[in-house]
Every structure is written in C-alpha cells, then in structure tokens.
C-alpha cells in the first residue's frame, strides 16, 4: 500500500499523542513521535496531558510525503474534550427482548449536553488522584470505579471548573440538583436517546449501526482490553463507544419497570 509519515513535536514532553483514521485502532505515543508508514488517507490526531487542554485535528496522509505538526498545549482543565448537544425530543425508550427492558414507552426530553468520549484515565486521575484500573494507559477509558465514585468525580470536576455542583452527598445518601449548572450523570433516558442518535437517528441494534465492527470494541472483533475512546465509528450524534469497550454509569437506580 502506499504510505506516507507524520511527525509530531509536543510540549509538555510527557503528552500523549493519538493518531487514527475512522474505525481503525489508533496509533498511541507518550511524547514526540515520527508515525513512519502510515498508509496514504486521512487521520485524525489528539494531544492530551494532565492539567493541560486537549488539543485536536486532523490531516491527510499522502504517500511519499511527510506531514509535520508542532503541538503545544495550553495549561488549564479540558476533561472529556468535547460535548455534544442532543436536542430535545421524543423516542420509544426499552424493547421487547429482555424482560427488564419492557414494556416501551414514550419519553420526552430536553435539550442537554454529553461528552462525546468516555472519560479517560489520564483526566480521572487529575480530578480524583486516584488510579488502580485494570487496563492501564492515559487514553484508555475509565473502569473498576463505582457508582458513589463516578458521582464524586461530576462534584469535584464542577468544583475544579467554579460550577455549581449538581450533587448532594451525604454517606450513601446522594441527591441531584437538576437546575444546577456542574456536572452530573445522564438519566437513563438521556443515555438512551444519545445512544440512539437523538430526534434523528436511525433504528440500529448498536449505536450508530447495525455492524458491532464499526462501532463498538468487543471481544468478538479480538478486543480482550479496552481501547482508546474513539477508535471506531461514532453515532449520528458523533458520539464515541456507546456500544463497546466499557459500561457506563446512569443516574438511575437499575430496577425493572413497573407495568404502569
């Protein structure tokens, strides 16, 4: 095939570098890296480090040529990148094939935002300063943490950001403030409509498409480790893994639904 190569110089020198095309596994390096025969397409690129704001582009890759960028990152917060906003709608929400998803029924939401990555190690760590995950890398999505963890982290983020905090923690005792301007978990029907691609989407099995391949990491592609976010196809929405590589923590309470 026909390659070309990139080189990336970035400060901080400790930054992790991401480099990948639309469904296909990324290239990871910590630091300044010279991406030698990368076939001839286009890619896109992400530089992230701790207490620095991401920084994000993409480029065409020719063969024979040498693409080079010089990356310096900001100081500041930039946790989960981006967001995207998923305009207010109604959808059927549940199925019909397991017993803990009937029975459907109409649900109307409004506007709201969600990222469009999972939360990664790397911006995990600069809030919580805790590790201790099973599969280690800074790109690599957040797991093993709980749902009392995950809501300490939206506090303490909206905290870091000089946002109102959504939540009220008192021991096991937690309440949401939903008029509130910080940070918090999507309910499961905000999940569900993202996953589903918003007032537009199309009515896939997975999110984004039919194919599990294109869009979500699993076992049955040989993914027996979590993956970078964003190294398959998004949603509608342009939203990242939400079929695939980790589970995802709701606000809801996991219950069956009561028939009324």
């Given at each position: 095939?026909?390659?070309?190569?990139?080189?990336?110089?970035?400060?901080?020198?400790?930054?992790?570098?991401?480099?990948?095309?639309?469904?296909?596994?990324?290239?990871?390096?910590?630091?300044?890296?010279?991406?030698?025969?990368?076939?001839?397409?286009?890619?896109?690129?992400?530089?992230?480090?701790?207490?620095?704001?991401?920084?994000?582009?993409?480029?065409?890759?020719?063969?024979?040529?040498?693409?080079?960028?010089?990356?310096?990152?900001?100081?500041?917060?930039?946790?989960?990148?981006?967001?995207?906003?998923?305009?207010?709608?109604?959808?059927?929400?549940?199925?019909?094939?397991?017993?803990?998803?009937?029975?459907?029924?109409?649900?109307?939401?409004?506007?709201?935002?969600?990222?469009?990555?999972?939360?990664?190690?790397?911006?995990?760590?600069?809030?919580?300063?805790t590790d201790g995950f099973c599969f280690k890398g800074?790109?690599?999505?957040?797991?093993?943490?709980?749902?009392?963890?995950?809501?300490?982290?939206?506090?303490?983020?909206?905290?870091?950001?000089?946002?109102?905090?959504?939540?009220?923690?008192?021991?096991?005792?937690?309440?949401?403030?939903?008029?509130?301007?910080?940070?918090?978990?999507?309910?499961?029907?905000?999940?569900?409509?993202?996953?589903?691609?918003?007032?537009?989407?199309?009515?896939?099995?997975?999110?984004?498409?039919?194919?599990?391949?294109?869009?979500?990491?699993h076992a049955g592609c040989g993914a027996f480790s979590?993956?970078?976010?964003?190294?398959?196809?998004?949603?509608?929405?342009?939203?990242?893994?939400?079929?695939?590589?980790?589970?995802?923590?709701?606000?809801?309470?996991?219950?069956?639904?009561?028939?009324?």
């Amino acid at each position: 095939f026909p390659t070309g190569m990139m080189n990336i110089n970035v400060k901080p020198y400790n930054s992790c570098v991401e480099v990948w095309e639309e469904g296909v596994d990324k290239y990871c390096s910590q630091g300044s890296k010279a991406f030698a025969n990368l076939p001839e397409g286009h890619y896109k690129w992400r530089v992230m480090c701790r207490g620095h704001k991401t920084k994000s582009g993409e480029v065409n890759i020719k063969s024979g040529q040498v693409e080079r960028l010089n990356i310096e990152l900001e100081k500041g917060t930039d946790i989960g990148g981006k967001y995207v906003l998923v305009e207010a709608g109604s959808f059927m929400m549940g199925g019909s094939e397991n017993r803990d998803e009937r029975p459907s029924r109409k649900v109307m939401l409004s506007d709201y935002y969600i990222g469009k990555y999972e939360i990664t190690q790397a911006e995990w760590e600069y809030v919580m300063g805790t590790d201790g995950f099973c599969f280690k890398g800074d790109s690599l999505p957040v797991e093993t943490v709980s749902w009392f963890d995950a809501v300490k982290f939206c506090n303490r983020l909206s905290e870091i950001e000089g946002l109102e905090k959504c939540y009220e923690i008192k021991e096991n005792s937690v309440n949401c403030n939903f008029n509130a301007k910080g940070y918090r978990l999507p309910t499961e029907a905000e999940w569900e409509f993202a996953a589903h691609g918003g007032k537009n989407g199309t009515k896939t099995r997975f999110s984004g498409c039919d194919d599990p391949f294109m869009v979500a990491v699993h076992a049955g592609c040989g993914a027996f480790s979590t993956r970078a976010g964003g190294c398959r196809k998004p949603n509608e929405l342009g939203i990242y893994d939400l079929s695939g590589n980790v589970c995802e923590w709701c606000w809801d309470w996991y219950g069956e639904y009561p028939s009324e």
